[in-house]
């Protein structure tokens, strides 16, 4: 046993233990909805594959941080069960006939962890923060995106946070001025990034405002420990707001970088959720079919290529590009490696976006046989190929087995069908991230989910402002149906031109669209399998008692 391995298992022991304690209280109750038994212990403890990069919501710009933060903290709206916009510390909201002007009311009952009210002030402190250029964050983009009047002033440095169009009426009373109309802006501020951080916590900690023992939040729970690349661990808010009809006591997510280790450790019962590893759901599902879960997710995987100057000679040539995308055999990708109902992807944008339709792209109505002579003529033409100039390229993944596989199968149809070399190189996450967003890369495995049901989440990253447009793509005209999509009473043509560009540019190669696939606990119920996000709130959940 490694020493990493005793201390997760130890840890398993005193949660186990922790869980003991609260045991009485649920003892013999029922769900109040369902009639359904819960278990005297109500815990819930899942894994992940990465050390999380922040958990401070300004700055987070993971999912697996987006699942801490939602229960850490919370914004003005949530969402349900199906993904649906529901009254969180706002219990609604007003907008002015023009669609310019928001007015959040917030709920007066509404606290931090500390007793302290949570008022309209928290919000404004939290968006001028993100916005602000001092703060850095990854997510400032993601501000600029919502339209708030001076936004982009402010996050230039050119207008001081303080002239962000957001203010506080009174303490309940949160007043948002657009620039421009969003008809998906509630969506928008479901979002971590907007969710309200404590002033006085900040300023008297610092960057270690978001330390065990420091942090003060208002979601349904509390930061309780934390241990890098090992652990973090939540437990029940008491000063919550709806604390009463909150069941899950604790909530912990182990960081296990194997996925295969993971599975066996959740199969051997360690804990209650794990992510299924590339290509074994169909055997999962057989054998465990009342734990092995696939549905659509709004997630799209796919290779960011470096376009930008720093990027290697070939890549500046779009017929190297297209060579490329072509030859990527995605249905071997979604039915011999990951093979959990994920879908082949031709277009950034996932199908299953809500008002979208996917635009008819040439090669996805080719056979792989189609696609690989274009492709060689393609290579040929730019010189490159079995003929021509040998050509190499590195790909850069986070430490992954999934990613590995998916990279080891692509550089081979590369090799096979174009003669290009690859040579793989792996960093864990955080290093990963540092190197993809400073273009010190030349293919670069890339996932993107959507941070609203809207395609706009989707096409918005390859924007040329786009903090998270790790290509490098710069294209004016892509820019203009963004920018006109945002006011346009009917969009999605709009959107259809801009993935058309996409896929004459090839800057990226969408590979599959995202399927959640994991292993569940049958005892855990109330996670949100209709939530096309997989946004999951741990104060929906709760553990019915064994039979």
Request: proline share 5%.
């Amino acid at each position: 046993m490694t020493l990493k391995t005793h201390l997760l298992a130890g840890t398993a022991a005193l949660l186990a233990l922790a869980g003991a304690a609260n045991a009485e209280s649920h003892a013999m109750m029922e769900h109040p909805e369902t009639g359904e038994k819960l278990a005297a212990e109500q815990s819930f403890t899942y894994r992940v594959l990465d050390e999380f990069p922040s958990i401070d919501p300004n700055l987070i710009e993971d999912v697996e941080g987006s699942a801490i933060g939602r229960n850490l903290f919370e914004g003005l709206m949530g969402q349900d069960s199906k993904g649906d916009v529901v009254p969180a510390v706002a219990t609604g909201y007003e907008v002015s006939e023009d669609g310019l002007t928001y007015t959040f009311t917030l709920r007066p009952e509404a606290k931090w962890s500390n007793g302290e009210p949570v008022t309209a002030n928290d919000f404004v402190y939290s968006w001028q923060r993100a916005a602000n250029p001092a703060t850095a964050s990854e997510y400032q983009w993601y501000m600029g995106l919502m339209k708030i009047a001076n936004v982009d002033e402010v996050i230039s440095g050119d207008k001081e946070p303080s002239e962000l169009g957001v203010k506080a009426v009174d303490d309940h009373t949160l007043e948002v001025t657009l620039s421009q109309p969003l008809p998906y802006f509630d969506q928008m501020v479901t979002h971590t990034t907007t969710f309200p951080v404590p002033k006085a916590t900040i300023e008297e900690h610092g960057d270690a405002w978001t330390q065990p023992g420091n942090m003060v939040s208002n979601g349904a729970y509390v930061l309780d420990s934390r241990v890098p690349q090992e652990y973090i661990t939540l437990k029940k808010n008491p000063e919550y707001w709806d604390a009463d009809n909150v069941i899950i006591e604790e909530v912990t997510a182990l960081i296990i970088n194997d996925e295969n280790q993971a599975l066996t450790r959740y199969l051997a019962g360690e804990f209650d959720q794990t992510d299924v590893p590339a290509g074994q759901f169909p055997r999962l599902a057989e054998e465990y079919p009342a734990q092995a879960i696939s549905v659509p997710n709004l997630c799209t995987y796919y290779y960011n290529l470096n376009v930008s100057d720093s990027g290697p000679e070939a890549l500046a040539d779009p017929k190297v590009r297209e060579a490329l995308y072509l030859a990527i055999d995605r249905n071997v990708i979604v039915d011999n490696v990951v093979a959990g109902g994920q879908k082949p992807a031709y277009t950034l944008t996932h199908w299953a976006t809500a008002g979208f339709e996917v635009p008819q792209v040439e090669a996805a109505n080719m056979t792989q046989q189609e696609r690989n002579e274009r492709a060689a003529e393609l290579m040929a033409e730019a010189g490159y190929g079995k003929d021509g100039e040998a050509l190499s390229l590195d790909l850069l993944y986070n430490t992954s087995e999934a990613h590995k596989q998916v990279a080891t199968a692509i550089g081979q149809m590369w090799k096979q069908t174009l003669g290009v070399d690859i040579e793989m190189a792996n960093m864990e996450w955080q290093t990963f991230l540092e190197e993809r967003h400073n273009k010190n890369y030349e293919v670069a495995r890339a996932g993107w989910c959507a941070d609203y049901n809207e395609a706009s989440s989707f096409l918005d990253i390859m924007d040329t402002n786009s903090s998270y447009n790790d290509s490098g793509f710069n294209n004016a005209d892509y820019d203009g149906l963004l920018t006109e999509a945002k006011t346009a009473e009917d969009p999605l043509p709009l959107y259809t031109q801009a993935e058309e560009i996409i896929t004459q540019e090839f800057p990226i190669l969408p590979i599959y669209h995202y399927a959640t696939v994991f292993m569940m606990d049958e005892h855990i119920k109330g996670y949100p399998l209709e939530n096309a996000q997989d946004n999951w709130y741990a104060k929906d959940l709760y553990r019915v008692a064994g039979e």
